[in-house]
C-alpha cells in the first residue's frame, strides 16, 4: 500500500541569477513498511527534502501526499496537527527538551495533542529501547547514545505514517551507530512502520530496502536492494 507520493517536486532558494535550485523535479512514491535510504553529498537536496516530507518547510511547487491527503492544501493548524501525528523526526543532535525527563521528552506529541498516553505502548517503548530505570533521568543525565533512544521513542510514540531521520548516528560512536541501526530497524519490522532515512555511510545505507541517491537536486539512482 502507497504511503507517501512525492510528484514533480522543486525547492528553490532566491531570485533570478542568485537562484539556487535545491530540489529539481524529484517524483517518487514510498510503500507502507518500506525502508527506504537516501543518500547524496553535501548540498546534494537531501535534507531540504527530508524537511518537506516533514512539512518543516514548504516546496516552491510540486505535491506531496501523505496516506492520500495532499500535506500542503492544509492550513496553518493542519500542518501543525499533521507533523505531530503523521510524522516522527529523528535528528543527529537528539533536540530533546533538557528540562523535560526520559518519560516527558517522549511522550511530548502526545501531550502537546492533549491526548492520553497509552501506557503500555510507552512501557513497551522504553523495554524496546533498553530505557528502564532512566525514565526520570534528564537528557544530560544521558549518553549520547541513550538521548538517540530517547529521540527515536519519542517519533515512534505517536505511531506516526512515516519516520524520517535525518543522520540518526551521524553523532555516534560505531557501537552506538549499530544499535541505533538496530533499533531502527526492529522498529521497522516489529511496528510495520515506515522509515525514510538520510545518511552519508554506504554502508548504513545499504541495510535499508531501497536506497534513492540526490546529486544537484535531482534523484540520479533510485534501486530496490531487498524486498
Known sequence: MEILKVEHLKKTYGEGENAVHALDDVSFSVEKGEF??????????????????????????GKVYMGGQDVFAQNEEELAVFR???????????NLIPVLNVRENITLPILMDGRKVNEKRLQ???????????????????SGGQQQRVSIG????NAPAVVLADEPTGNLDSRNSHEIMGL??????????????????????????RIIAIEDGRITRDEVIRS
Not at 84 to 94: A, D, E, P
Open 184 to 209: 531502527l530497524k526492529e522498529s521497522n519490522k516489529a511496528y510495520d512502520q515506515t522509515l525514510i532515512m538520510i545518511t552519508h555511510d554506504e554502508s548504513i545505507a545499504l541495510q535499508a530496502d
Open 84 to 94: 505531530r501525528r503523521q510524522v516522527g523526526l529523528i535528528y543527529q543532535f537528539y
Open 124 to 142: 513497551d517503548m522504553i523495554h524496546t529501547l533498553h530505557l528502564e530505570g532512566r525514565e526520570k533521568h534528564l537528557p544530560n543525565q544521558l
Open 36 to 61: 527506504v535510504a537516501i543518500i547524496g553529498p553535501s548540498g546534494s537536496g537531501k535534507s531540504t527534502l527530508l524537511h518537506i516530507l516533514g512539512a518543516v518547510d514548504v516546496p516552491t511547487s
Open 154 to 157: 519519542r517519533a515512534l510514540m
